[in-house]
């Protein structure tokens, strides 16, 4: 891992300049570097991690649906590209991220090619809207790479830094980001007034993203059904409108989140309130529902949709748990949050959440309750749990 260093005018000319390096250097055994690259290694060498897991949104399970056959089928494999072991192999994909690709040479990825072909979903998990209106680091000139800088882990040179999201469940990376690790101070605030001390203060215990992604202007989920299906056989899915306001709860940044004996970005308000670290970070909570086939199931034994179809006996689009205990008599509804990290979609300092948004009989964005507060921590005067 690279050391920390402040922005630089050059630094988006310089990540440019390395995107753009020939790629002569890799072999035909790593097409694209795929086998350590982050968007192409997805659980190599041993299959774990993204394709073992079960995707809570698609409601697809590997082991269940065919593998990577159905992985395939669902056209996952779209932007999960996969290692040696995906059939379309990623040296077909790299017009996903390159206009003009070759082993020879290839252009810059643009921030289109990233958020047009695969984050496009990144509204729906976390409302980011990559334009220059909604992103202050995209209306400064920034592309994708000047934060998720491309470098060489010694196994291949197509790697690139990723931050630890909670519902990234690959534990593959070696290199990491964050605001503090590329570009800003630890305590970024400038030191003029009382007003910058105070601010650098809740940097030990607010993340960045907290007060600087502020309302979200992206259409994104409230909740699925899994259980509930429309006329056209899909899960019922609400959605919040532009302007919705994030969850906020403690998170140390570690990594996904264990329920249970399984890896999900299931996480409470307070759960990591006093891991190392752990700061309050925003989530988009996106509230899902479905059938594990015993009441002690870790979360992936998931029973898959067309079982639950199967299951609706008076076809109603409603499958009912006495319904569904016909085919599995021991089956539970699982009701739970999938916490999706925002850190896009960055506000100016002008628009950030001030003070009084948070603090006060006005605040607003903070449930300090919730966060495991008794009151407003700035209102009261003894400390104790406050603080």
């Not at 199967?310 to 006495?322: I, S, Y």
Request: net charge negative.
């Amino acid at each position: 891992m690279k050391a920390r260093r402040l922005f630089t005018p050059t630094l988006g000319a310089s990540i440019l300049a390395l995107i753009a390096l020939p790629l002569a250097t890799l072999s035909a055994a790593q097409p694209g570097g795929a086998e350590a690259s982050y968007h192409g290694q997805m659980g190599y060498p041993t299959g774990s991690g993204m394709l073992e897991k079960w995707c809570a949104l698609p409601n697809f399970s590997f082991e269940q649906q065919g593998g990577i056959g159905g992985w395939t089928g669902q056209s996952c494999n779209g932007c999960h590209i996969g290692a040696a072991w995906n059939e379309t192999r990623p040296v077909a994909n790299c017009n996903s991220c390159h206009d003009s690709a070759t082993l020879e040479s290839a252009e810059a990825p643009t921030v289109a090619n990233c958020t047009q072909v695969c984050h496009k979903k990144d509204t729906a998990k976390r409302g980011d809207v990559f334009t220059a209106e909604r992103d202050v680091h995209i209306a400064a000139g920034f592309v994708c790479q000047d934060c998720h800088e491309r470098y060489d882990d010694g196994v291949s040179d197509h790697q690139f830094l990723k931050g630890t999201a909670l519902d990234t469940t690959e534990p593959t990376m070696e290199g990491t980001l964050s605001c503090t690790t590329q570009c800003h101070l630890e305590q970024p605030h400038a030191l003029s007034g009382n007003k910058g001390i105070t601010l650098n203060e809740h940097t030990a215990k607010v993340a960045c993203e907290t007060c600087h992604t502020g309302l979200r202007w992206g259409k994104a989920m409230v909740s699925r059904q899994w259980n509930v299906f429309t006329t056209a056989g899909k899960p019922v899915t609400t959605w919040k409108e532009d302007g919705w306001e994030p969850t906020h709860k403690w998170y140390d940044n570690t990594g996904p989140g264990a329920s249970g004996d399984y890896h999900l970005p299931i996480l409470s308000h307070t759960e990591r309130r006093n891991a190392p670290g752990a700061k309050i970070y925003p989530f988009n909570a996106v509230t899902v529902d479905w059938f594990v086939k015993k009441k002690n199931s870790d979360y992936d034994d998931v029973i898959i949709p067309l079982e639950v179809k199967e299951a609706d006996d008076n076809c109603d689009g409603t499958t009912t748990l006495e319904e569904m205990q016909v085919f599995y008599r021991k089956a539970k509804l699982v009701t739970a949050d999938m916490n999706f990290s925002i850190n896009h979609s960055v506000v100016p300092a002008s628009e950030a959440f001030t003070c009084n948004d948070c603090h006060g009989k006005n605040g607003w964005v903070l449930d300090w309750k919730q966060l495991g507060y008794a009151k407003d921590p700035k209102r009261s005067k003894g400390g104790g749990k406050n603080k």
